[in-house]
């Protein structure tokens, strides 16, 4: 589900609601794969959303990378 919201956001083009999604779940939550096996940040590539995709590396706390 909540790949499908990220992906939605992306698709709409808005970002707001997409950092939105980013900073109420967890880094495990957006970087946890979908049954296609697609995390928040494959779709970002998929859709060409470097935006978003600079978003989703930001949030992502030094010690976890």
């Known amino acids: 589900m909540l790949i499908k919201e990220i992906e939605n956001s992306i698709k709409q083009k808005n970002t707001q609601n997409f950092l939105n999604i980013i900073k109420q779940k967890s880094v495990e939550d957006f970087l946890m794969a979908d049954q296609s096996g697609l995390a928040a940040v ?3 590539v998929k859709h060409n959303a470097m935006k ?3 978003i989703l590396l ?3 706390p030094q010690n976890e990378q």
């Open 52 to 54: 978003e995709l600079l």
């Open 42 to 44: 494959h779709l970002c």
């Open 58 to 60: 930001e949030s992502i």
